[in-house]
């Protein structure tokens, strides 16, 4: 195992540690017996946020569905959406971050679209949903910031994570509408590549730096589309927000939800090392609630609710790319030896 993955593994590990710590912290410090009677007041309603959070995956899917070239799109929405749901999974389960999740939507994806058309639109549809990501942190925080109560530390400390998350996505948009191909080539020579695995990687690279020219130069429609998507499944997640609000008796507030939201959306940003933002995900809501004068026993409530469901798309997901996996490798070898 290479140093690199030995310290990608180890920063995973810690920060899923920290994280956990925090939770616990969290329900420790706030009492387990008012978080479960808050918890009571939501009920049945996990299972219809629950649905909620299928139809969010849905939209994201569209999002990612529309950086694909037109002509590889026919027939490959409901794939993708479950290639999706299978990928994030590892991403959020395993201590491999990305390195095992997005690699690993590419290869379910062999047989239905190339793999340099696959990759580009990985790494198009990163950019579309962070792009609509800073559009609802930005459009979230102005609807609310009246009505929050925060430190100056702690707002400058948000203000500073914000741009440096829009010089982060411009930054990328970038150097994937320069292309990263040649790049990646002369970095690899350095590292005395084998010629005949060099010839490959640059032939695959200079097809993904065509993908992405594609993209961003002649299908700027498309990225609006994509954006367009990801903001649907962010104003999902709004909804959510406002049924728990409702359900946890604090009242008809979509002000407050879109709010929540959106601090919740920027923490999760900014804390992207964390596994599936465990520990991440709770504190913001106990931030959010806390600025905006609601209980934080409601807060917790509200992101342990999240974190339950969020728990059972990981199961689903990984119960997805076994069955992926499992045909994929009948397709590759149809005679079963």
Known sequence: MSRFRINSHMTRTASFLLGAGLLVGLVVSIGIGS????????GAGLLVILAL????????????????PVAERAGTYRRLFWVRSAGNALNESTPTASLGGEPAKVIL???????????????????????A??????????????????????????FFGFTCMLIGITTFAILQMRGIGAGTVRGLRRLR??????????????????HLSDFYRLRRGDLMRAVAA??????????????????????????AALGIEAFSALLAFV???????????????????????LPRTAALAAGIALRLTSLIKIAVGLVVFMLLQHRFQKKSDPTGG
């Open 109 to 131: 994806l062999r047989g239905w679209i190339s793999t340099p058309a696959a990759t580009a639109s990985l790494l198009t549809t990163k950019v579309s949903y962070c792009f």
């Open 53 to 68: 959070e299928f139809v969010i995956d849905a939209f994201n899917t569209l999002g990612w569905w529309y950086t694909l």
């Open 193 to 210: 590549i084998p010629a005949r695995w060099l010839a490959k990687i640059e032939s695959l690279s200079s097809e993904i730096d065509a």
């Open 271 to 293: 804390a992207f090392a964390v596994p599936a933002s465990l520990g991440v995900q709770e504190g913001g809501k106990v931030l959010a609630f806390w600025a905006l004068g």
């Open 133 to 158: 990501s800073a559009i609802f942190i930005a459009a979230g925080s102005a609807t609310v910031w009246s009505r929050l109560t925060l430190p100056p530390d702690i707002t400058w400390t948000l």
């Open 35 to 42: 978080i479960l009677t808050d918890l009571s007041r939501v």
């Open 230 to 255: 990801h903001l649907c499944a962010f104003s999902g997640s709004a909804l959510q927000m406002l049924l728990m609000l409702e359900w946890l008796q604090l009242g008809f507030d979509p002000q």
